[in-house]
């Protein structure tokens, strides 16, 4: 089996603790880590880890995505961290992130674009999708993609689809690009996020093996598709969780699976211009870019022969 052991810059969005259990979130991964170990070095990584969050530090940390693991974390010298404050690009004037009880949405009239009129975003681009089946077509190319078939394949490097445990930011930026540059169509993201008290994300990966997956975030690419003369539907682009575009109202309750976990609850949603790639705090009210697709093809090529069940 390939190695899932990988190292990177990261900065912490959260420290969970409840009944005895620390959970880490980072924001440049959207699964849910805890320390490998004890021991002197585990109690030496966690105190690095919360001096970090304190003073909003990043680190060079050494994890385990497929297990859920810290192995090692140690801080920047000097050097490293002008680097990554200076490769460091931010979304400007991102969207708000809403509360949502998704439980009680209404589909008819949340998945209708004029419900969402403040989201500034859909101002900036009109070239929306014609119909369900350019859409679906859309779907289909980006499904293709997945590393899992073995190519040939049409964009480089390959979307590992079949490996969701993490990742969804740079999949749904490879999708962005080609619903932007393939399909000259607009595209935004959609955010969800489990962060307040003790929600998480929970999905069963039904297409990967059936086992249960959990985030404090997912993103994918969101697309508005014109139905008839006058609505326009909000529908997500996530061959990840499904085989064909879905409205946005289903796409968030496939992320509360109570089968998965009695917790998995979305806490909030937001709708972000494509260019947003991850968050950039806890709170969901910035996020990091990605404008040349340097991050999104490492990651995109780290993934490529892992699976999730």
């Known amino acids: 089996m390939p190695s899932t052991r990988e190292s990177g810059i990261l900065t912490l969005a959260a420290i969970r603790k409840s009944r005895g259990e620390i959970r880490y979130l980072f924001n440049e991964k959207q699964r849910i880590l805890t320390l490998a170990s004890g021991g002197k070095a585990g109690r030496e990584t966690a105190a690095l880890l919360e001096e970090s969050l304190r003073r909003k530090l990043p680190v060079k940390a050494q994890i385990d995505t497929r297990e ?16 990554f404050h200076r490769n460091r690009i931010l979304e400007e004037n991102p969207e708000k992130s809403l509360r949502v009880n998704v ?35 859309i779907f289909d190319f980006c499904a293709k993609q997945t590393c899992s078939l073995g190519g040939p394949f049409q964009v480089s490097p390959c979307i590992p689809f079949q490996y969701v445990i993490d990742g969804c ?9 080609i619903i932007t540059q393939k399909y000259r169509h607009c595209c935004e993201k959609i955010f969800a996020f489990a962060n307040q008290g003790s929600d998480t ?10 086992c249960c997956v959990f985030w404090w975030y997912h993103v994918a690419p969101l697309v508005r598709v014109r139905l008839g ?19 946005l109202s289903t796409w968030l309750t496939a992320c509360e699976n109570q089968i998965c ?13 494509g260019s947003a790639y991850w968050p950039n705090n806890f709170a969901g009210t910035a996020f990091g870019t990605d404008p040349n697709y340097v991050q999104t093809n490492a990651t995109l090529t780290a993934y490529q022969n892992l699976v999730t069940c």
């Open 68 to 83: 859920g693991v810290i192995h090692r974390a140690v801080s920047l010298s000097e050097k490293e961290l002008e680097e």
């Open 103 to 137: 439980s009680s949405l209404d589909p008819t009239v949340f998945n209708i674009e004029r419900h969402h009129h403040k989201v500034r975003c859909f101002r900036r681009c009109r070239r929306i999708i014609p119909n369900y089946k350019k859409a679906k077509q």
């Open 169 to 177: 930011y740079a999949r749904a930026h490879k999708m962005r690009w």
């Open 201 to 210: 994300l929970a999905v069963q990966a039904n297409k990967w093996g059936g």
């Open 229 to 247: 003369r006058w609505a326009v539907l909000l529908m997500v682009i996530d061959p990840g969780m499904f085989d064909k575009p879905v409205l």
């Open 261 to 273: 976990s009695a917790n998995a609850h979305v806490s909030m949603y937001s709708i972000q211009p």
